[in-house]
């Protein structure tokens, strides 16, 4: 998915999730049981592995582990603002989470610049590439180029954008067909007692300054989505469910999924024991070992 450098002002494309987890093989047991495709393993160069859910949107969800802990401390010590972040995030919260969201550019050495300027870079680009396996088990190469964003005073939270530099022609069709009938990404759901105080943040890295605030927080639209920051009471209202922690800080807490037939996403969540709760428009699971945000299935089906 392609979004655009810090100016002209055209709102940014979602790109993904990142979701720290101890092991893949529970959240692969997770997710599958919530309906999910799950892609096959794969290894970072720098000392994580991930096993994604790919949308048809274009969008995806990346559960995060450590393959090679002494690879992953070394190159944050070395400058690799990923593994870093990622490392404190584990060190503060545990290894069940959702540390970061990841959106389209066509430059991130622009989108760094501009990052630099305004204050809010987390550190040097970082510029990578692995194996990437389709759904017929064919590999090829990828490359990519991530520009990040962060606050100091949230210390549990930062956000990037992903420049595929090279792309391979890699079929992933039968892994974005899942039998719960997800078909992508509508909206992130944030939290922090004062939402505002995180405004310029989001609207530099979203690249839209029109912010739209409501009784319990602030929205900003970005090309595809929306990012939503409550409070904790906004969170209760709208999702029953609780921001699991007292202190300060903008967290990632839930992401709301687009749904083409509800029904047979409740009859299957249903077959595989999965608890979850209606709350309004929304079909709710909450967290759970594998799954480090609350997961939001919007019950209205496409044609709403």
Known sequence: MTGHAISPYQPRAFDHCVLPVGELSVARA???AL????????????????????????????PLAIDQREKCERTAQRGNVFTARDQAYRFRNGDNGFSAIALG??????DHKGFRR?????????????????????????TFKLAFAADLRSPDSFLFTCQRVNTPAVDRAALQTHPNT??????????????????????????????????????IAGADFTLNV????????????????????????????????????????????????????WLVADRAPGQGAFFAFDMRGENR
């Not at 550019?105 to 622009?110: E, K, L, P, Q």
């Not at 550190?123 to 064919?138: N, V």
């Open 35 to 62: 309906g999910f495709q799950v892609a096959a393993d794969a290894k970072h160069p720098f000392g994580t592995e991930n096993a994604c859910v790919y949308f048809d949107d274009g969008t995806f969800l990346e």
């Open 182 to 219: 997800v078909t992508g990404t509508a909206e992130i759901i944030a939290s922090e007692a004062n939402p505002a105080d995180f405004q310029y943040l989001l609207q530099d890295v979203i690249n839209n300054r029109a912010t739209q605030a409501h009784s319990f927080g602030i929205e």
């Open 230 to 281: 409550m409070t904790p009471e906004g969170l209760r209202i709208h999702f029953g469910v609780e921001r699991h922690v007292p202190t300060r800080g903008l967290r990632f807490e839930g992401i709301v999924f687009t749904v083409a037939d509800p029904e047979a996403l409740r009859a299957l969540l249903a077959e595989n024991g999965i608890k979850t709760h209606e709350h309004g428009s």
């Open 30 to 32: 997770r997710l599958t």
């Open 105 to 110: 550019t066509d430059n991130a050495d622009a």
């Open 118 to 142: 305004q204050g809010i870079s987390a550190g040097r680009k970082l510029l990578f590439g692995r194996t990437m396996t389709d759904g017929s088990g064919a590999k090829a190469r990828a």
